[in-house]
């Protein structure tokens, strides 16, 4: 009873983890079956959806065993999902003891985050990046670039911050727009529009979508809605956000942008 419990707690721990970092629906499935498999138990059920793991063991034996686990969505962490899928290629090619894996999915979870200023670095260099791409100028280019540095301080500064996740997009997107809107009342010559969809891209959540249609594609329905209405429902906040501030402005300045 208790090995059988341990190598689904453990299935089931890592395929948590996974999905918390932003793995497919079908990957963390996938993952858990094949880690069952390797540690032999043969009857088995698992069932993944966008937030929630179910799994069972042995079901007909003395020793069955089930969990559920509930796991919020959360943001998208490569460098983990690739540490953890290779540990699940260890354990299927009994490299790894069952013992080994949990000290190995401990460092797992333990996994650094890139350094703040990097971090910061790149978020500027893709607002820049994309404010330039769709249409934008040099000057456009380099607004954006500072503004999507202050845009990722300010999302470390919130990180802690019990907010929920639509407010919070709501509020940065109106901070982005507001910091596009300096230069332009300064005089400077540039597209504020540039500016807004360049600073504003950190914030898209594009995975999300992407995920949602992949989820469809393999017939995970539930799952695919679940990420497409997080997509649209961000997407929205974003655009109300942006839409709010220029109105603000319009009514304060008397006219149009």
């Not at 419990?5 to 453990?10: F, V």
């Not at 020793?63 to 559920?68: Q, T, Y």
């Not at 978020?123 to 540095?149: E, K, Q, W």
């Not at 360049?198 to 995975?207: E, F, T, W």
């Amino acid at each position: 009873m208790a090995y059988t419990k341990e190598i689904l707690t453990l299935a089931v721990e890592i395929g948590d983890e996974m999905l918390r970092n932003g793995a497919e629906i079908y990957r963390v499935e996938d993952t858990v079956i094949h880690i069952l498999k390797a540690y032999e138990i043969e009857e088995f059920d698992v069932y993944v959806l966008s937030n929630g793991i179910f799994a069972s063991a042995n079901e007909n034996k003395e020793d069955a065993c089930s969990m559920i686990r509930h796991i919020p969505l959360g943001a998208v962490n490569l460098d983990k999902i690739s540490a953890l899928n290779q540990l699940t290629r260890d354990i299927c090619e009994q490299q790894c003891a069952l013992t080994d894996a949990w000290t190995r999915l401990d460092e797992c979870r333990s996994l650094p985050q890139p350094a703040k200023w990097l971090r910061v670095l790149c978020c500027g260099i893709g607002s820049g990046g994309f404010a330039y791409l769709f249409g934008g100028g040099v000057v456009d280019l380099f607004f954006a670039f500072l503004i999507g540095m202050l845009l990722q301080l300010l999302m470390f500064a919130q990180s802690q911050q019990k907010m929920a996740r639509f407010a919070k997009s709501l509020f940065y997107s109106m901070f982005v727009t507001a910091l596009s809107l300096i230069p332009l009342m300064a005089g400077v010559p540039v597209m504020q529009d540039k500016i807004v969809i360049g600073a504003i891209m950190p914030l898209v959540p594009g995975i999300a979508f992407t995920t949602s249609i992949r989820d469809f594609y393999n017939g995970d329905y539930l799952s695919g809605t679940i990420h497409l209405i997080d997509a649209l429902m961000t997407a929205l906040c974003i655009a109300a956000g942006v839409g709010i501030v220029i109105l603000i402005y319009q009514a304060l300045k008397g006219g149009i942008l």
